[in-house]
């Protein structure tokens, strides 16, 4: 079975946000980057297929040259191949123009699975891997919390969880499934997975040379931060000590009657 | 212009994370002026009474797709927005017989929206409906305006990192298509009084591709409440300290009829399973009240929780984040308090 998933390039966000002075970006002066976390999980569960199945795990992302720290982060996980869509540096690109660009990569490899996450943990588009089915004409499911693929690897059945009922989506192979965090818990790299993900090649492509960029995406104009609501906590007590306040106030909130 | 509301049921009803959606969608008609409205589209048995009582009189019932299938959902939504909304110069298909007056003179087409929840069916119907167009989609807006008098374009006002931040964009398509934060949006509210309600029957035409996508449902084993609805969330975070540490929570949660939810470091440590998971990668919850125990309150977790009505937090820590967030707090060991407010309200309860 030969997957193909796509992960994304995303600053590690701590203790609070803040913006570049253009306010047009995070500033990541004093964090870091990391693949986002439903990505993550999905790079954790095309290894587990492939381990499965046999096949490869071929790992892609549009990013800056600097993605390519996560790229061989997923070759460490155990991933057998990188490509890199290197965009300008500080350019953001939209869902649109980044499901065409995914597209050409995926549509040049005979992929029988393709993972995204369900969405990026920055931009939360919610789209790029459905833009990605229908420009494939594949089937599509999206926020799976756990895969099952069928014996023979022609099928696979995908579910999640809504309002208290659980989903399953059965496709045939090949398709593309958006997975989230919890589907799977990521191993850490091994030692022999990190050495060979330091020596492994990445190719990189100009996201000009995938295609025309399809223009009419959303533009964003700048970025802010919501206001943190100015609450002043009612401290209620210390300790058991509390109880009777903190039962007051439960039953003047209409908690309790 | 026509705002097309797609409409999420919850049971028989109207589901709170689309009364929301209306309340955006209400904003885009009253900002456009005369000649137009909201359309609620249903699919199903639409809940007619409920649909006059929040003052929607245009009803599109949807049949011939069984329970939810998004890709063909998208296709019925694409034939209601017309020809002239698509931005593929294959579509030049005969208007549907469901087009509202104007969809498809091209003239006032840039007006046109479809408004959904953001939730993960509201979010996957949109996308699909933005790949099958070819329209750019906006998910989990908070605000949106008409960018000038007689502008084409809107304004708009949506969440990046789950609401910890805000993109303020521009969005100029032949048609808007929106989905609505959950949690930053307040509900719509009944009218004074009910109005009369047209229901258009709607009958899909989709393709066997479309309806190969579709979910099976399965009870999931859950039952009750479920954490994203839930009225109150009994919060447990690294303080708790052990699985079995999860018992007093529960047992408290079920007194105040609401269930458990947890910080992420739980779910890691595998104490809980990452079904009960509060923030930005796991459940956003909405509840009236949100007691967090041995919580400090990372962001992310904020993201998940921030559309709560009130926050008590229960914690160690007076200077934690979310102790300095709660609406109320109280300074100590959540083991020791956690107990003693469970026999005070059995106590009440004799």
């Known amino acids: 079975m030969d997957i193909l998933v796509c992960v994304k390039r995303v600053p590690t966000v701590g203790g609070a946000i803040t913006l570049t002075a ?160 919890g589907i799977n818990l990521p191993r850490y790299p091994s030692l022999p997975g990190r050495l060979r993900a330091k020596r492994a090649a990445v190719k990189r492509i100009p996201l000009a040379a995938t295609g025309p960029v399809p223009a009419g995406d959303v533009r964003m104009t700048r970025l802010r931060v919501p206001d943190a609501p100015r609450k002043q906590a009612t401290v209620l007590g210390q300790g058991a000590a509390a109880v009777p306040a903190l039962v007051a106030v439960l039953a003047e909130l209409g908690v309790i009657s | 212009m026509t705002v097309w509301w797609l409409v999420e049921l919850d049971g028989d009803a109207v589901a709170d994370a689309s009364l929301r959606a209306l309340t955006l969608a209400s904003g885009l008609v009253a900002d456009a002026g005369g000649g137009t409205r909201v359309a609620a589209v249903v699919f199903g048995v639409p809940p007619v009474a409920d649909l006059a009582a929040y003052g929607v009189g245009d009803v599109y019932a949807v049949s011939g797709v069984d329970g939810y299938a998004p890709q063909a959902w998208a296709r019925v939504l694409a034939e209601l927005l017309g020809p002239a909304a698509s931005n593929t110069a294959a579509s030049n298909t005969a208007a549907s017989h469901a087009a509202p007056d104007g969809a498809a003179d091209g003239r006032d087409r840039s007006r046109h929206a479809v408004v959904a929840a953001g939730t993960e069916h509201g979010n996957e119907v949109l ?22 008098p007689g502008a084409g374009a809107l304004d708009l006002v949506r969440q990046r990192w789950a609401g910890l931040l805000l993109e303020e964009a521009v969005l100029d398509a032949p048609a808007a298509l929106l989905t609505v934060a959950t949690d930053a949006v307040a509900a719509a509210a009944p009218g004074p009084a009910p109005v009369p309600v047209t229901v258009h029957q709607v009958t899909a035409v989709v393709t066997g591709a479309d309806l190969a996508v579709r979910a099976v449902e399965t009870s999931g084993g859950t039952g009750g409440v479920s954490l994203a609805t839930a009225r109150v969330v009994v919060g447990g975070g690294r303080g708790v300290g052990s699985a079995a540490g999860f018992v007093s929570l529960e047992e408290l949660a079920a007194l105040l009829g609401g269930v458990v939810g947890v910080s992420r470091v739980v779910t890691s440590e595998g104490w809980r399973p990452h079904s009960m998971q509060v923030g930005q990668t796991g459940t956003k919850i909405t509840p009236d009240l949100y007691l967090a125990c041995g919580i400090s309150g990372a962001i992310q977790h904020f993201a998940g929780c921030a559309g709560a009505r009130h926050i008590i937090a229960i914690n160690t820590d007076a200077s934690a984040p979310m102790m ?19 026999d005070a309200l059995r106590g009440r309860g004799r």
Request: aromatic share 4%; with cysteine.
């Open chain 2, 127 to 148: 996308a699909h409906l933005g790949a099958i167009t070819g329209l750019p989609m906006a998910a989990n807006c908070v605000s949106v305006s008409a960018s000038g």
């Open chain 2, 324 to 342: 300095t967030r709660a609406d109320y707090a109280v300074v100590g060991d959540l083991h020791e308090i956690i107990p003693a407010l469970t």
């Open chain 1, 22 to 181: 253009d306010s047009r970006a995070i500033d990541t002066k004093a964090s870091g980057f990391t693949i986002s976390p439903h990505e993550e999980c999905a790079v954790e569960e095309a290894v587990r297929l492939a381990e499965r199945f046999g096949g490869s795990v071929t790992v892609v992302s549009l990013g800056p040259a600097e993605a390519e720290e996560q790229l061989r982060a997923c070759l460490a996980l155990g991933a057998s191949a990188a490509v890199l869509v290197e965009t300008a540096p500080g350019a953001e690109t939209g869902p649109m123009a980044t499901a065409a660009a995914l597209h050409s990569v995926a549509a040049a490899g005979a992929f029988d699975l393709i993972l995204l996450g369900n969405e990026a943990s920055d931009t939360g588009g919610y789209q790029v891997g459905i833009r990605l089915a229908h420009l494939l004409g594949r089937p599509v499911a999206t926020g799976a919390k756990a895969i099952e693929v069928s014996g023979d690897g022609s099928s696979l059945a995908a579910s999640r969880a809504y309002r208290g009922v659980t989903e399953t989506f059965s496709l045939p192979l090949p398709c593309v499934v958006t997975v989230k965090e």
